[in-house]
């Protein structure tokens, strides 16, 4: 993981491939919301298990790891889960920033993941 500068959103978390990763507002500490359907849309940014997460140059957070239901283990930035956007197409494109999604009886908003973004309020982590 590193940071990249991305016209129109400044710094962001990308991945070794330098696609842009996010957080969902919902989700933090380990919390995911992010399933089935979801999933296929969100990717989760996973590494094989057994591995640690490794940040690059400009990575500020801290860097873990959880175990998903599905067995995948997927990293987290400061405690949330970092996924892609299925509708990126690569380096420096960022379509899903700010899109609020229906994810089962959750709604989920997205936004890049920043190395100074916030933890999400308490209250939106139900």
């Avoid at 380096?91 to 993941?113: N, Y």
Wanted: proline share 9%.
């Amino acid at each position: 993981m590193a940071v990249r500068d991305v016209p129109g959103h400044g710094t962001i978390l990308v991945d070794r491939d330098g696609s842009t990763l996010y957080v969902s507002d919902e989700e933090r500490g380990g919390f995911v919301r992010c399933v089935a359907e979801c999933a296929t849309v969100w990717p989760p940014l996973t590494i094989p298990p057994g591995e640690e997460p490794v940040a690059g140059e400009g990575v500020t957070g801290q860097l873990g790891t959880i175990t998903r239901a599905d067995g995948n283990v997927q990293v987290t930035y400061d405690g949330r889960p970092l996924y892609l956007y299925s509708l990126d197409t690569g380096p420096d494109i960022a379509k899903g920033d700010g899109l609020t999604e229906q994810a089962g009886d959750t709604t989920l908003t997205w936004h890049v993941a920043t190395p100074g973004r916030a933890p999400a309020p308490s209250a939106a982590a139900g």
